[in-house]
């Protein structure tokens, strides 16, 4: 499909209730650019992009697919992120950074993983939202025994980040008499308003299990996750806070502020986000070239238009090429 072909169905302006396949319209063959590094460079030079980050698509599906056989989780994003750094690498020429997968279900392959990738000159993973799964029992992201891997990320001053994806969250679908597999644009009314959120709950286990406390250097980014969860977390916290403060170091919410970056979608309240974190904490991104982004990156100016000039710069610029410095412990 074309790019930001969905734009406005993701604006909340289907009038006329077309299905995806018409919203797609006439589909396009596979453009250079999407495969090649050097023609997605070039493209990035006409379309104004200085940098970019560059996540998987099928591969945030892939471990919840293999939930059940950790040692083909590792043997695929072993093989998963040698490809990408063969295929895209994962800091080419300072302008792509492609960010390797990483999964917690073997911490010490996380922790090798995440070596290989800094001798790779890397400045971003990824990781799905969710629970750690494993047949022998789930552990939330913050439980002691990843600590080695959030040790290293910390030290080593790169940017974790959380993608949407296959986080297992469909399974609350099957609560309500929904399907509980996830399917690509898939139209479930009720599923839409659901509860359950992934990225909040990720955040959520981060800063509750005291990673932040314990790892000071750990920035996170969420990607195409949205920002709608922002303003509910930042409550819950609050009052969580006011009821056992004896149970933190200090103020959760100002730790979320601290350490971490959120992408929000084009369709957000924007202003909303920045009265809640700060434009210092937001990072525009525009999906590109995916149906649901937006055709044109740059054009994601326009859904800023009444921030002020700085505020616009670190959303644009400034805020994502921080994140792509390796920052000193």
């Not at 970056?261 to 990072?283: C, F, H, M, N």
Request: charged share 25%.
């Amino acid at each position: 499909a074309k790019p930001g072909c969905m734009d406005q169905f993701f604006r909340a302006k289907n009038p006329e209730g077309k299905s995806v396949k018409e919203l797609f319209g006439e589909l396009e063959p596979i453009r250079p650019e999407y495969r090649d590094r050097d023609a997605r460079v070039a493209l990035m030079d006409k379309q104004g992009i200085e940098a970019m980050f560059m996540f998987p698509t099928l591969g945030v599906g892939m471990e919840q697919a293999l939930k059940d056989d950790p040692e083909a989780v590792c043997a695929a994003f072993y093989a998963f992120n040698r490809w990408l750094e063969d295929d895209w690498g994962c800091n080419y020429q300072n302008r792509i950074f492609a960010a390797p997968y990483i999964s917690l279900v073997n911490p010490d392959f996380a922790v090798s993983e995440l070596q290989w990738a800094l001798e790779q000159d890397v400045r971003v993973v990824v990781m799905r939202s969710g629970p750690v799964m494993h047949p022998n029992g789930n552990r939330s992201l913050g439980h002691p025994d990843h600590d080695v891997f959030w040790k290293l990320a910390s030290d080593s001053g790169i940017t974790v980040a959380f993608h949407s994806g296959d986080s297992g969250y469909h399974q609350f679908n099957e609560f309500w008499g929904e399907g509980g597999h996830m399917k690509a644009f898939g139209t479930s009314l009720l599923g839409s308003a659901l509860s359950a959120n992934p990225i909040s709950d990720s955040v959520a286990s981060l800063i509750l299990d005291g990673v932040f406390d314990r790892h000071s250097n750990l920035r996170v980014a969420t990607i195409e996750s949205g920002s709608s969860w922002v303003k509910p977390l930042l409550k819950a916290l609050r009052k969580t806070y006011g009821q056992f403060p004896q149970a933190f170091k200090r103020d959760p919410a100002e730790t979320l502020r601290e350490h971490v970056w959120v992408s929000p979608y084009y369709e957000d309240d924007l202003q909303e986000l920045k009265t809640a974190i700060g434009a210092e904490r937001i990072i525009f991104g525009s999906d590109y070239p995916h149906a649901e982004g937006l055709a044109e990156p740059v054009s994601f100016m326009e859904d800023i238009a009444d921030f002020s000039a700085a505020e616009q710069r670190l959303i644009m610029r400034d805020n994502g090429m921080s994140l792509i410095q390796r920052r000193s412990a």
